[in-house]
C-alpha cells in the first residue's frame, strides 16, 4: 500500500509539495480552513473584476520550471517576463522612473542624477552576483540537520564577502552611487526582507542581482492565480484531494509519537507523514505549546511588515500609470525608520499599485481598470487597531489620483480593503506578518525554525517562515527540499 501524507494548508509550498511527494508514490490529501486553494497566492472575484489578492511578480522564474521538470511535464501556465520591471514614482520628481533590466536604458533612465551609472552599477552588480552564487548552494538551496553544519557550510562561503556582512545595505550602495533616487530605488527590495536598507546587511544587494541582471521579474499570463488553478489540474488528475473550510486545531500525541490532527469540528486525521505548510513559527507555539514559539517569544522576532490591500475596479482607462508602480515621498529614510515601528498610521504613505488590466483585459469589464494597491504597514504587535482602515484607504486614493492625474476616487465601481487583521485571520498569518519571519542573519538558515520537527520524526514543515524563506520561488525551493528529506527519512 502506498504512504499517506497529510499536507496541513495550500499555499504554494503546500501545493507544489503535494505533486512532489504524489510523484514519488504518496497517497496525498490536503486539508484547507478557507474555501479556496492558494493560501496568499489567492484571488478576489467582486462586482465583475478579479484581483489577485497578493503575489503579483516573481523573480527565479526557472524556480517553477524545475518543479514541472522535476514531475516531468509541461508548466501549466504562462510566465510573462516584465519590462521595464516597474516605474517608480518618487514626491516632488516630474516624471517617474522606468526601471529596466537593460543597462544601456537604465542609465538613460537615469543619465541627469547618476552621470557614471553604467560603469558603477556593473560593479555594484558584479558584486552581488558573486554573493548570490556563492551562497545559492551553500546557504539556500540545501538542508541542514544541525546548527553546526550550517556553521561549517557558512564557513565555506569565500571571506571576501565579509564585509558586506557588517556593512549595511544602504552603506554598499553610497560606495556606488551618488544620488539619493538611485539608492532609493535600489534599496526597496530590503522591504520584501523584513528590514529597511538601514539596518540590514549589504549581502542582500544580492537581490538586485537578481532583479536587474540574473532573472529579472515575472508574472503570469491571465493573472497569478493562474499558478494555482493550474497546480490544481494536475492534482484532480492525480486524485490529491484538497478538503475545504477544515482548519487543524489541535494535536493528538504521546511522547514523541504524534495520532493525527484534529479539526474544528473534533475530526482526526490520520497519515504516515504530516507536512504543515501553515506559518511554521506559529503552528509550533499555538498548535505544538513549543516554549521557544510562546507568544511572548514569537513576539520579540522579527517579522516583515503587514500588508494593507486595496482592490479598486475604476471606470475609464488611466494613460498615466504603468502595470507595476511603486509610490514613494520625499522622506525615505525618515519613512523607513519610522514604519516598523509607529502605531500611527503613516501620514503620507508608501505604497506598490498593480494594474492587471494594463495586461490582462480579462480580469476587468471592458473601459475600466483593476487597481491593486499595496501598502506596507506595521504589523498587529505595533498596531493592533485598524478601525481608521477606511481613512488610509482614502488617503491612498486621492494621493495616487493627484499623481496619476485622474479623477480615481469619483470612478470607484468596485472597493474592498483587508487591514492585517483580514490577513491575519484569513491563513492564520502571525499578527498579520505579510511575508512571515523576517530574513536577518539571525533568522536564516539553521537559524529559521527548521523544515523537520523537532519532536516527531514524521511532522515536517514547508513555507515562508521555514528553510529557505518567503516568496514564490523561494517556498518552491522549500517544497524540493522537504520533499528530499521526508524521501531520505521514510
Ligand atoms: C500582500 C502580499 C503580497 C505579496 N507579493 C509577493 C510577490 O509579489 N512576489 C512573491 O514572490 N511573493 C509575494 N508575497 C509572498 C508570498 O505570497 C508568500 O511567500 C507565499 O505565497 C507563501 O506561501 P506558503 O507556502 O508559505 O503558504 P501560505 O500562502 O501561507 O498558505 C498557507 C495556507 O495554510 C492555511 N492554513 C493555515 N493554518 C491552517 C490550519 N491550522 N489548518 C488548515 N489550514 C491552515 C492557510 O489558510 C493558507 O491557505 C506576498 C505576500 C503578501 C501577503
Not at 51 to 65: C, H, L
Not at 132 to 137: I, P, Q
Not at 393 to 412: F, H, M, T
Request: hydrophobic share 35%; aromatic share 14%; glycine share 8%.
Amino acid at each position: 500500500m502506498n504512504k499517506t501524507a497529510l499536507i496541513i494548508g495550500s499555499g504554494l509550498g503546500g501545493l507544489a509539495t503535494a505533486l512532489r511527494l504524489e510523484k514519488n508514490g504518496y497517497s496525498v490529501r490536503i486539508i484547507e480552513k478557507e474555501n479556496t486553494a492558494g493560501g496568499r497566492l489567492n484571488i478576489l472575484e467582486k462586482d465583475g473584476f478579479t484581483f489577485d489578492i497578493g503575489p503579483s511578480f516573481f523573480s527565479m522564474s526557472y524556480e517553477f520550471k524545475e518543479l514541472f521538470d522535476y514531475l516531468e511535464i509541461d508548466i501549466p501556465f504562462e510566465l510573462n517576463e516584465l519590462n521595464p520591471l516597474y516605474t517608480v514614482f518618487i514626491e516632488g520628481n516630474e516624471k517617474p522612473y522606468k526601471i529596466y533590466k537593460d543597462l544601456d536604458k537604465l542609465a538613460a533612465e537615469f543619465k541627469h542624477i547618476e552621470p557614471n551609472f553604467k560603469k558603477e552599477v556593473k560593479k555594484y552588480l558584479l558584486g552581488a552576483k558573486n554573493v548570490f552564487h556563492d551562497t545559492e548552494y551553500k546557504i539556500i538551496k540545501r538542508n541542514f540537520d544541525s546548527l553546526w553544519q550550517y556553521m561549517i557550510s557558512m564557513s565555506t562561503v569565500p571571506k571576501k564577502h565579509l564585509p558586506k556582512m557588517f556593512r549595511t545595505f544602504w552603506g554598499e550602495l553610497e560606495r556606488y552611487f551618488e544620488s539619493e533616487d538611485v539608492k532609493i530605488i535600489f534599496s526597496l527590495v530590503a522591504f520584501f526582507l523584513g528590514a529597511t536598507p538601514f539596518n540590514t546587511p549589504a549581502v542582500y544587494g544580492l537581490l538586485n542581482y537578481t532583479e536587474l541582471e540574473h532573472d529579472g521579474y515575472w508574472n503570469v499570463k491571465g493573472g497569478m492565480y493562474n499558478i494555482v488553478r493550474g497546480i490544481l489540474g494536475l492534482m484532480k488528475e492525480r486524485d490529491i484531494e484538497i478538503t475545504y473550510s477544515t482548519e487543524i486545531k489541535n494535536v493528538d500525541y504521546k511522547g514523541d509519537e504524534i495520532n493525527g490532527f484534529i479539526d474544528q469540528d473534533g475530526k482526526k486525521w490520520e497519515a504516515d507523514v504530516y507536512v504543515v505548510n501553515a506559518d511554521a513559527a506559529a503552528f509550533r507555539g499555538k498548535m505544538l505549546g513549543r516554549k521557544k514559539y510562546s507568544e511572548k517569544k514569537l513576539d520579540k522576532m522579527d517579522w516583515t511588515l503587514s500588508p494593507f490591500t486595496i482592490y479598486l475596479g475604476v471606470k475609464g482607462k488611466i494613460p498615466g500609470i504603468e502595470h507595476h508602480n511603486y509610490f514613494l515621498g520625499d522622506n525615505f529614510k525618515e519613512y523607513a525608520d519610522t514604519i516598523f515601528r509607529t502605531e500611527v498610521t503613516p501620514k503620507k504613505p508608501y505604497y506598490y499599485v498593480n494594474v492587471a488590466s494594463k495586461s490582462n483585459p480579462n480580469c476587468a469589464p471592458e473601459g475600466h481598470e483593476n487597481i491593486f494597491i499595496l501598502c506596507p504597514v506595521p504589523d498587529l504587535r505595533v498596531k493592533p487597531d485598524w478601525s481608521d482602515a477606511q481613512t488610509l484607504a482614502d488617503e491612498i486614493i486621492e494621493d495616487l489620483g493627484s499623481r496619476v492625474d485622474y479623477d480615481i476616487k469619483n470612478n470607484i465601481v468596485s472597493k474592498t480593503v483587508y487591514t492585517p487583521t483580514e490577513w491575519q485571520d484569513k491563513f492564520n498569518l502571525y499578527r498579520g506578518s505579510g511575508l512571515g519571519l523576517a530574513h536577518g542573519l539571525k533568522q536564516i538558515g539553521a537559524l529559521r525554525p527548521a523544515n523537520k520537527d523537532e519532536v516527531f520524526d514524521n511532522v515536517y514543515y514547508v513555507g515562508a517562515s521555514t528553510h529557505p524563506g518567503t516568496g514564490l520561488p523561494i517556498v518552491v525551493i522549500g517544497s524540493r527540499l522537504v520533499t528530499e528529506r521526508i524521501l531520505n527519512e521514510h
